[in-house]
């Protein structure tokens, strides 16, 4: 490998300095910028290309390509190109460029993750509690909120007290993009709500506002939500990993299985893009498939004789 500089190098050092500086990215997103633009700077070191006009669409095509055959994953490709599409159109800012050569390229699509979730059963025994502490009250209404309501994480640590209308009926949830929605409350969420409530005062509250608070009355952070689901999975001996939005995955796929109506629950999960919901129809598919696998007479298995 050459150790000689890029003769490109000071165009993308000033690109980043203009990220660092007058776009305030943060340390991260720095980070990750100058790890791509890195991948670039070796290619065209390699390419000894040494003006930005003879980047053309078809050697960036074929340095994907190669990144693709050398093991870089989808979304690591996407991201890749990504940077590549802003260097440029910084640099065509700058007068540098005339063209941005990355704008019509697209890198190979991720293929999409089913969402885990929780059957009936395994909600049931989460949600199974006896003891009537203030933090156990509290916990037992996250939890029943999360699957009652499909909400995230940030939404429900977000909620105040003034968040719900009609008696606990409706909760209004600040999602994301700063939307706001409007999302039924069940009946036994809305029970536990109200014990929490009375449990509420029994801690030292700081925050007037928060619905939900730590042990030192202040507005509970995400983290301590994700961990409180996780001690409440271990202790009904189900898997550690259970997390918060486990149990929007649960809401969504049980309640699509029963009513098959796309649309509401994207309304209800707040997806502006039908297409994310669409996720638990393959997920709903999966289980029909396994369930026919496994009972249909001309789709079982037999065993091979010897």
């Known amino acids: 490998m050459s ?54 669409e078809k050697r960036l095509r074929l340095w994907l390509a190669q990144q693709h055959e050398n093991g870089l994953q989808s979304k ?23 063209d941005n050569p990355a704008k019509r390229l697209s890198a190979p699509k991720a293929s999409r993750k089913l969402p885990v979730t929780l059957d009936t059963d395994q909600m049931d025994a989460l949600l199974r509690t006896c003891d009537n502490d203030p933090l156990t ?6 939890l029943e909120l999360f699957y009652s309501s499909g909400l995230r994480l940030s939404e429900l640590v977000g909620l105040n007290l003034g ?14 993009g700063s939307k706001q929605r409007i999302v039924p409350v069940g009946r036994k969420a809305r029970a536990a709500i109200r014990l929490w409530l009375s449990a509420r005062a029994m801690l030292p509250v700081k925050d007037e506002q928060a619905l939900f608070l730590s042990q030192r009355g202040e507005r509970i952070s995400q983290r301590q939500v994700q961990n409180r689901v996780k001690q409440q999975a271990r202790e009904q001996g189900m898997p550690t990993s259970v997390h918060p939005h486990m149990l929007r995955h649960s809401f969504a ?9 796309l649309r509401a629950v994207q309304e ?35 065993k091979d004789k010897d």
């Open 163 to 176: 968040s719900f209308e009609e008696d606990y009926q409706r909760v209004r949830v600040l999602g994301k």
């Open 3 to 56: 150790s000689q500089r890029c003769p490109l190098q000071k165009d993308i050092d000033a690109f980043l300095d203009y990220l660092k500086f007058e776009k305030n990215s943060s340390r991260h997103t720095l980070a990750a910028y100058r790890r791509d633009l890195k991948k670039l700077s070796d290619w065209l070191t390699s390419q000894t290309i040494s003006v930005w006009s003879d980047i053309s």
């Open 253 to 261: 796929s049980h309640l699509l299985e029963s009513s098959g109506d």
């Open 137 to 142: 009250l509290r916990d037992q209404a996250m």
């Open 76 to 98: 690591s490709l996407q991201r890749l190109l990504s940077s590549v599409r802003s260097l440029f159109r910084y640099l065509n800012r700058q007068g540098i460029v005339e």
């Open 268 to 302: 209800l999960l707040g997806h502006s893009d039908i297409s994310t919901t669409q996720i638990y129809t393959h997920l709903d598919f999966q289980h029909l498939a396994d369930v026919y696998d496994k009972a249909h007479p001309r789709a079982r298995r037999k």
